[in-house]
C-alpha cells in the first residue's frame, strides 16, 4: 500500500527507513558526499511504499517557487524490476494533481533515468550540469 504524508504526519520508524534508504543509495551507493536530508523533508508531501517493515521506494514532492518538484526518487535495489519505479511515478503525479494543480512541474533529474522520465511525457531542457557530483538535466512537465 502507498503512503503519502506530510512530515510531521509521518512516524518515526518511517522517518528513519525513508532517510536510510536515501542515504544508502544517493550517498553510499552513488559515492557522492553532500547534505541528503535537507530543509526541504519539511515542506515536501513524503510518498512511499512499505514491504516488510522497509521502504521499497520513496519520492518527495515540493513547492519550488512559483513551480512543483520532486526528487528522491529511488528503489530498493532489491524491489527493482519489478514495476515500482512506474507505480511510483503515478503516485507523486496523482500527489501533484490533487496538491499542486495548474502548476507547471520542474525536476533536475539524474542523466542516467533522463528516458524514465521521458516515458512519463517529461521534456529535457539544456545541457546536463553538475549538482552534487553528479549530471543532471532540467526536466518540466505541463501542469496537470
Avoid: C
Wanted: net charge negative; no cysteine.
Amino acid at each position: 500500500m502507498w503512503q503519502i504524508k506530510t512530515f510531521s504526519e509521518l512516524t518515526t520508524k518511517e522517518l528513519y527507513e525513508i532517510f536510510y534508504l536515501r542515504t544508502k543509495i544517493f550517498v553510499v551507493d552513488q559515492e557522492r558526499i553532500y547534505q541528503e536530508v535537507d530543509e526541504n523533508d519539511l515542506k515536501a508531501i513524503h510518498i512511499f511504499k512499505m514491504i516488510d517493515g522497509k521502504v521499497a521506494a520513496y519520492a518527495r514532492v515540493f513547492p519550488q517557487e512559483n513551480k512543483v518538484t520532486f526528487g528522491r526518487v529511488v528503489t530498493d535495489p532489491k524491489y527493482r524490476g519489478q514495476g515500482l519505479g512506474n507505480q511510483l511515478m503515478e503516485q507523486i503525479m496523482h500527489a501533484i494533481q490533487q496538491n499542486f494543480p495548474h502548476q507547471e512541474i520542474e525536476i533536475e533529474a539524474q542523466v542516467q533515468v533522463e528516458g524514465f522520465y521521458q516515458k512519463f511525457n517529461f521534456e529535457s531542457h539544456g545541457q546536463p550540469f553538475l549538482f552534487n557530483h553528479t549530471p543532471h538535466i532540467k526536466m518540466t512537465h505541463a501542469a496537470l
